[in-house]
C-alpha cells in the first residue's frame, strides 16, 4: 500500500496510453481540419516536403536507371528505324501543320469579323515526370519536376503527345503534384466531337477507364465517340482531345446510361507531360 | 538477452518502408502491396512497446502523409489508433502462435485501413471495395517473414 505510490513514479511516465492516444486522435483531426478547410499549412508542408524530395528520388531511381540503361543499349538498328520513323512521322506532321497554320488564320480573321471573345491560345513547356501513381490503388496522381519556380500554378493543364493529362494539384517550390482526370476526384466537361453533345466525364481511379455517369439513356452517343474538352469549366481549354467512348449500355430502368470511355493520353505510360499556359490574343474589338 | 532497440536501424527501416510504400508498380501487384509502414510500426510497437509509443506513430503517420502528398494526418490517426491497440495488447500479442499473430496483423492493418477509409468518407470520396482491404491480406501473410528476420537478428547477436 505504502509502496504504490512509489512505485507508480518509478513506472509510469507522463500521461496513460488512452490520454496520449485521444490527445495525439485529436490533434490529427485538428491537422486535417486545418489542411483541408483554411489552407494553413502551406509553409510546414514545404517544409516536410524537403524530408519527403529524397525519398521519393529514392522510390523512382530504379525506374529511371532502368530508362537510362535501356537508351544506352539501343542497338543501331533500333536507332535507324526509329530514326526513319521519325522523320516519316514528322513530314506527315509538318503537311498537316501547313494546313492548321492557314486555318488558324482563317479562324482569326472569321472571330474578328464576328467580333467575338478572343481566341484563347497556350503556350507549353515540357516538364518531367518524377514519381508516378502516388498511393496508386485509390489516387491516380503524379508528381512532376517543375514548380512555383518555374511558373506552374494550381489548376494548370496538363497535356502529353496524345492528349489531357490532368491538372495541377498542389505546387512546391521545384515540384508539383498532377491529378489526372482518371483520379476518382476528378471531373472534367467534355463534348463529343461528332455531335457537340456536353457532358461531365469523371475518373474511375482505374487508369485505362473514365465514366460519364450523366447521359440520358436517348443521348446519341456511339462507342468510338471522341471526347474533347469543352472549356465549359473554366479549368481546361478547349479543343484538347480527352478520351474515346468504348461501351453504351442503355438501362432502361434508370435514369442515366452506362457509358465508359478510355482516355487518349497514355496515362500509365508518361515519362514527360507538357504544361499549358494560357496566352490571350489580342482581337480586334467589335465595332 | 532481448535485442535493444537500435534507432539507426529504425530510422533506416523507416526510409526503407517509406520507399516501398511509394515505388511503382504494376497495377495488379500494386493492389496487392502490403502496409509496410503499419507493418513497422506494429512490429516495433510490439517489442519495443517502451520506446515506440503513440507519439512516434504520430510523427511517422505525419512523414507518411507528406510523402503520399495526402491530407495532413490522416495517416497519423489510422497510425496512433493501429500502435494504441498494439501497445495495450503487446503482452498478450508475443505469447501468441504465428497463426494467431498472422491474424492478429491482419485485424490491425484492417482497423489501420479502415481509420483511412472514415477520413475518406468524410472528405467526400471513399474507396471501398477488394483493393481497400487486400493490403490487410498480404501484411499478414507477409507477417512470418519479419518475425524470421528479427529472430535470425536476435540470434546472431544474442548478447545484447
Known amino acids: 500500500m505504502v509502496n504504490r505510490g512509489g512505485a507508480n513514479r518509478l513506472f509510469r511516465r507522463g500521461p496513460s496510453l488512452l490520454t496520449r492516444t485521444i490527445g495525439l486522435m485529436i490533434l490529427a483531426v485538428v491537422l486535417m481540419a486545418a489542411d ?38 539501343t542497338s543501331r538498328r533500333q536507332l535507324h528505324s526509329q530514326n526513319a520513323k521519325l522523320s516519316n512521322q514528322l513530314l506527315s506532321q509538318a503537311i498537316k501543320l501547313q494546313q492548321l497554320a492557314a486555318l488558324e488564320a482563317e479562324n482569326h480573321r472569321l472571330r474578328a469579323l464576328m467580333g467575338s471573345t478572343p481566341k484563347v491560345d497556350a503556350q507549353a513547356s515540357i516538364a ?16 512532376i519536376n517543375q514548380g512555383k519556380r518555374s511558373g506552374v500554378f494550381i489548376g494548370q493543364t ?10 495541377v494539384l498542389s505546387i512546391e517550390p521545384s515540384s508539383a503534384v498532377v491529378i489526372l482526370i482518371t483520379d476518382i476526384e476528378h471531373a472534367i466537361a467534355v463534348e463529343t466531337v461528332r455531335n457537340g453533345v456536353r457532358t461531365i466525364l469523371t475518373g474511375t481511379g482505374d487508369v485505362q477507364q473514365l465514366d460519364l455517369p450523366f447521359l440520358p439513356n436517348n443521348t446519341d452517343i456511339v462507342v468510338d465517340d471522341r471526347l474533347v474538352a469543352s472549356g465549359l469549366d473554366g479549368k481546361f481549354p478547349a479543343g484538347y482531345p480527352v478520351a474515346d467512348i468504348v461501351s453504351v449500355t442503355q438501362q432502361p430502368g434508370l435514369p442515366f446510361a452506362k457509358v465508359e470511355a478510355q482516355p487518349v493520353a497514355a496515362l500509365d505510360r508518361l515519362h514527360e507531360v507538357l504544361l499549358l499556359w494560357p496566352e490571350v490574343i489580342e482581337s480586334e474589338p467589335s465595332p | 538477452m532481448k535485442p535493444t532497440f537500435n534507432t539507426r536501424r529504425f530510422l533506416l527501416l523507416l526510409v526503407v518502408a517509406l520507399v516501398l510504400t511509394i515505388i511503382p508498380l504494376p497495377t495488379l501487384i500494386d493492389r496487392l502491396r502490403p502496409d509496410w509502414v503499419a507493418l513497422l510500426i506494429i512490429f516495433n510497437a510490439l517489442y519495443w512497446p517502451r520506446t515506440i509509443g503513440v507519439g512516434v506513430a504520430f510523427l511517422v503517420g505525419i512523414l507518411l502523409d507528406v510523402v503520399n502528398a495526402e491530407l495532413f494526418g490522416q495517416h497519423a490517426l489510422a497510425l496512433v489508433v493501429v500502435a494504441a491497440v498494439t501497445l495495450r495488447l503487446y503482452q498478450r500479442i508475443r ?12 485485424i490491425l492493418v484492417l482497423i ?42 536476435q540470434r546472431r547477436r544474442p548478447n545484447y
Open chain 2, 112 to 153: 489501420f485501413q479502415f481509420m483511412l477509409f472514415w477520413v475518406e468518407g468524410v472528405i467526400g470520396t471513399p474507396v471501398g471495395g477488394w483493393q481497400r482491404w487486400s493490403p490487410a491480406i498480404t501484411s499478414a501473410l507477409i507477417w512470418p517473414l519479419i518475425e524470421w528476420a528479427r529472430l535470425r537478428w
Open chain 1, 128 to 143: 518531367e515526370v518524377t514519381a508516378i501513381d502516388l498511393d496508386n490503388r485509390f489516387r491516380q496522381r503524379l508528381v
Open chain 1, 158 to 167: 496538363v497535356i502529353d503527345a496524345n492528349g489531357i493529362v490532368g491538372q
Open chain 1, 36 to 73: 483541408s478547410q483554411y489552407n494553413h499549412l502551406g509553409h510546414v508542408r514545404n517544409i516536410l516536403q524537403t524530408v519527403a524530395t529524397p525519398i521519393r528520388w529514392l522510390a523512382v531511381a530504379p525506374v529511371q536507371i532502368s530508362r537510362y540503361a535501356n537508351e544506352i543499349v
Open chain 2, 95 to 106: 505469447m501468441f502462435p504465428i497463426l494467431q499473430k498472422m491474424i492478429t496483423v491482419f
